[in-house]
Structures are given as structure tokens and as C-alpha cells.
């Protein structure tokens, strides 16, 4: 489970970069990207092959981007996970936010290992205000049932 800190650290970060949305619309990167867009977040999708995705320019590496980033997220499988919190720490991103089902044991230790601030096993839009519908409502159950990081 993340610390409490982690994730307060990960959501106080206004521009960040995220792996995992498509070019087709259809993955839940697509919806973080859209509801951290719609939050106030400045947010640079990363894709290796897209030029844009819903209208907004791609950057095919971390190390691709505009301008320094407070953190980056994944929303990849864990195999892709493990290659990008490598290109990570060689882009200088101090923090990553692995979202559910993208994280390994193998990136989780890269990031312990390597000074990266690492939050997994969370969804990241049942932090970033404000928190609505199904993710408010999970988060919701997660502090009923003591979930929450803490």
C-alpha cells in the first residue's frame, strides 16, 4: 500500500506526464489523461507511436517531453511499466504513479532502489478533487474499510 504522503506528494504536482492512453479512445489511460486535463493538470501523453491522442500532441519518451514534469503515470502492462520507470529515472522524474494493474514487483524495487517515489496498487482519480461518481464512491468504501494509504 502507498503512504498517504506519496500520494499527496504524487496528486500536489500540477504537470505530469502519462503512459498508457490510445489512439482509439477505448483504454482508461484515455480517462485519466481526460479527467486530470479537466482537474487543472497540465498532462503530456507519451506514446511511441502516436503524434497526437484526442487532439492533444504525443511525445514518444519521458525524455521527449516539454518541459520538466512532477511525476509521471502508468497506465501500461507491467512489462511496459518496468521499461518506463527506467526511462524515468534517466529523465529525472522523481515520482511515478503506477496505476492499478500496471505495477511489477520488479518496477516497484527499481523505483525503492533508484530514489523514485513510487505510488501503486491506487487509482489515481480516486485522489485528484473533485473526487465524483464511482471514484468517490469507492474511495469512499476504501476509508469505510480502513483502505485508504495512510
Not at 506528494?9 to 505530469?16: N, P
Request: aromatic share 8%; hydrophobic share 40%; charged share 25%.
Amino acid at each position: 500500500m502507498a503512504s498517504k504522503t506519496s500520494v499527496d506528494t504524487f496528486i500536489a504536482q500540477k504537470t505530469l506526464a502519462l503512459a498508457g492512453a490510445s489512439r482509439s479512445g477505448r483504454k482508461f489511460g484515455n480517462s485519466v489523461l481526460k479527467e486530470l486535463k479537466g482537474k487543472g493538470y497540465t498532462v503530456y501523453p507519451v506514446h511511441p507511436e502516436a503524434r497526437e491522442i484526442d487532439g492533444q500532441q504525443c511525445w514518444p519518451s519521458l525524455k521527449d517531453l516539454p518541459e520538466e514534469v512532477g511525476g509521471a503515470v502508468f497506465v501500461t502492462k507491467p512489462e511496459q511499466t518496468e521499461k518506463l520507470v527506467r526511462e524515468a529515472k534517466d529523465a529525472g522524474i522523481p515520482r511515478v504513479w503506477m496505476q492499478q494493474g500496471a505495477h511489477s514487483d520488479a518496477a516497484v524495487a527499481f523505483c525503492r532502489d533508484n530514489g523514485i517515489d513510487a505510488v501503486h496498487g491506487e487509482c489515481i482519480l480516486m485522489f485528484t478533487e473533485p473526487v465524483k461518481g464511482v471514484h468517490g464512491f469507492h474511495r469512499w468504501l476504501w476509508k469505510l474499510f480502513g483502505k485508504l494509504p495512510k
